[in-house]
C-alpha cells in the first residue's frame, strides 16, 4: 500500500524489543509513527508485574525515536472481558488461555478503537505473524521464524481488525530484529523476552491462582480408584501436569513419575498415572465450541493440520464442520494432554484458518491405541 506523507499508524509500545524494531522499521518507511503504551493490570504493590519499569522502557524507546508515545489503561476492560472469563473457566476445572482473548478483547478490540480516536489509519504490533492479501481478503499466515510464531494466539481476532493492522516482523528472524535495534541504538535491543501472562508474571501458578480461587481439597487417585494423597482444588492443575502432586513414592508402584490424567468435577477426584506416554493422556480426536474462521467456512470435511497449545509443531488431521458451527477434529496420530479450555488451532499450510475453544477429547479405539 503507498504510504502518504502523513499516514498514521500507531504501535503498540510494550518496552521490550519487538514492539520497538516494529516503530523503527514503519518510521524508516515513512509512517508517522506514534506509540502506545498500554497498562492491562493493576500496579498494585506487585512485585512480580513489570508494567512500571515496561513504560519507562517505551518512553525511552520512544525519545529514541523521536515520536510521541500515549499511555492509557484498559486495566477495567481487562478484568472484565478477559480476568473474569479466565476465573470462570478455572473454577469449572477447565484451563484457559487469556493470552488468545487479551488480543481478541483488548489489543485488537478497545485499543484498536483507541488507535482510531488517535486519526490513525493502521494499528501495527511486534507479533511474529504475517498478513497478506489474498483471493477473499486478508489472511493470516506464520512467521518467517517458526520458533517465535504467534499466528495461534491471533487466529480469534477479527478478520475486519487484522485488515487494520500490521506486523512488521513477520519477515524477521528475532537475531535480526536485535541486530536492527542494537544498530538503531534502542535501548532494549538485549532486553530479555517476557515470559509468561502479565497479570500472574514469574511468580507460582498456584501461588496467584490462591488469591482470587477458594481451594476445594479432594482425593488423588489412580484409574482402579487407590487413593494416593489430597489435592488442594481442581482448579490449580492442569492435565499432563507432573510437578506439584506431591504423591511420592508408592508401595506397589514404580519410581516413574505421576501425571494428571484427568478431573472428575461430580466427585472432586484428581486422576493421575505413572509415565508420560501413558495411554489414559493420549487423546485421537477432540470437539470444539464455534470456530472462528479467518478463511471462508467450510461446511465438509477436510484435510489439515491442527495445533491444541502454543509451540507444538503442526498435527495432520481432518477437521469435520458441524451445522452448528462447531467441529470435530480428528489426529493421524494420537496427541498427548489434550486440554479442555485450551484452544485448538487449524492451518492450510502457512495460512492459519481459524480455531475454537477445545471441549471435549476423545480417547483412542483400541485399535488406534495398539496401532
Known amino acids: 500500500m503507498p504510504i502518504e506523507s502523513r499516514d498514521r499508524v500507531v504501535v503498540g509500545l510494550s518496552g521490550g524489543v519487538d514492539s520497538a524494531v516494529a516503530a523503527l522499521l514503519l518510521k524508516e518507511q515513512g509512517w508517522d509513527?506514534?506509540?502506545?503504551?498500554?497498562?492491562?493490570?493493576?500496579?498494585?504493590?506487585?512485585?512480580?508485574?513489570?508494567?512500571?519499569?515496561?513504560?519507562?522502557?517505551?518512553?525511552?524507546?520512544?525519545?529514541?525515536?523521536a515520536i510521541p508515545l500515549h499511555r492509557v489503561s484498559f486495566a477495567a476492560q481487562y478484568r472484565e472481558r478477559v480476568f473474569e472469563y479466565f476465573l470462570r473457566e478455572q473454577r469449572a476445572g477447565r484451563t484457559p488461555n487469556p493470552d488468545v482473548l487479551c488480543n481478541r478483547e483488548?489489543?485488537?478490540?478497545?485499543?484498536?478503537?483507541?488507535?482510531?480516536?488517535?486519526?490513525?489509519?493502521?494499528?501495527?504490533?511486534?507479533?511474529?505473524?504475517?498478513?497478506?492479501?489474498?483471493?477473499?481478503?486478508?489472511?493470516?499466515?506464520?512467521?518467517?521464524?517458526a520458533a517465535k510464531d504467534q499466528s495461534y494466539f491471533l487466529h480469534a481476532v477479527a478478520l475486519e481488525h487484522l485488515a487494520e493492522t500490521l506486523m512488521p516482523l513477520g519477515e524477521l528472524e528475532k537475531g535480526a530484529v536485535r541486530e536492527q535495534a542494537r544498530r538503531a541504538g534502542l535501548p532494549v535491543f538485549d532486553k530479555p523476552d517476557s515470559t509468561g501472562?502479565?497479570?500472574?508474571?514469574?511468580?507460582?501458578?498456584?501461588?496467584?491462582?490462591?488469591?482470587?480461587?477458594?481451594k476445594t481439597p479432594g482425593p488423588i487417585e489412580s484409574?482402579?480408584?487407590?487413593?494416593?494423597?489430597?489435592?488442594?482444588?481442581?482448579?490449580f492443575y492442569t492435565l499432563g501436569q507432573r510437578g506439584g502432586l506431591q504423591i511420592g513414592g508408592r508401595r506397589g508402584h514404580s519410581e516413574e513419575p505421576w501425571y494428571v490424567a484427568a478431573k472428575d468435577g461430580t466427585r472432586n477426584v484428581l486422576v493421575v498415572v505413572q509415565g508420560h506416554d501413558h495411554p489414559l493422556l493420549a487423546s485421537s480426536a477432540l470437539t470444539t465450541g464455534?470456530?472462528?474462521?479467518?478463511?471462508?467456512?467450510?461446511?465438509?470435511?477436510?484435510?489439515?493440520?491442527?495445533?491444541?497449545?502454543?509451540?507444538?509443531?503442526?498435527?495432520?488431521?481432518?477437521?469435520?464442520?458441524?451445522?452448528?458451527?462447531?467441529a470435530r477434529i480428528v489426529f493421524d496420530h494420537a496427541q498427548r494432554a489434550v486440554t479442555p479450555g485450551q484452544y485448538a488451532v487449524v492451518y492450510d499450510g502457512e495460512r492459519c484458518l481459524g480455531g475454537a475453544v477445545i471441549e471435549r477429547v476423545i480417547a483412542p479405539s483400541a485399535q488406534q491405541a495398539a496401532a
Open 290 to 326: 464455534p470456530m472462528h474462521w479467518l478463511a471462508p467456512p467450510m461446511n465438509a470435511p477436510f484435510r489439515c493440520t491442527a495445533k491444541v497449545r502454543y509451540r507444538q509443531a503442526d498435527q495432520s488431521a481432518v477437521l469435520e464442520p458441524f451445522p452448528d458451527g462447531t
Open 223 to 235: 484409574p482402579a480408584g487407590e487413593h494416593l494423597g489430597t489435592h488442594q482444588g481442581l482448579a
Open 106 to 145: 483488548i489489543k485488537f478490540g478497545v485499543a484498536l478503537n483507541y488507535v482510531r480516536r488517535l486519526g490513525a489509519s493502521r494499528f501495527a504490533t511486534g507479533h511474529y505473524a504475517r498478513l497478506a492479501s489474498g483471493s477473499d481478503g486478508v489472511e493470516l499466515r506464520k512467521a518467517r521464524d
Open 33 to 65: 509513527v506514534h506509540g502506545l503504551f498500554m497498562s492491562n493490570w493493576e500496579e498494585d504493590d506487585d512485585a512480580y508485574c513489570t508494567a512500571a519499569q515496561d513504560f519507562q522502557d517505551a518512553r525511552a524507546v520512544a525519545r529514541e525515536l
Open 197 to 214: 501472562i502479565c497479570f500472574i508474571g514469574e511468580r507460582p501458578f498456584r501461588e496467584f491462582l490462591g488469591q482470587f480461587l477458594e
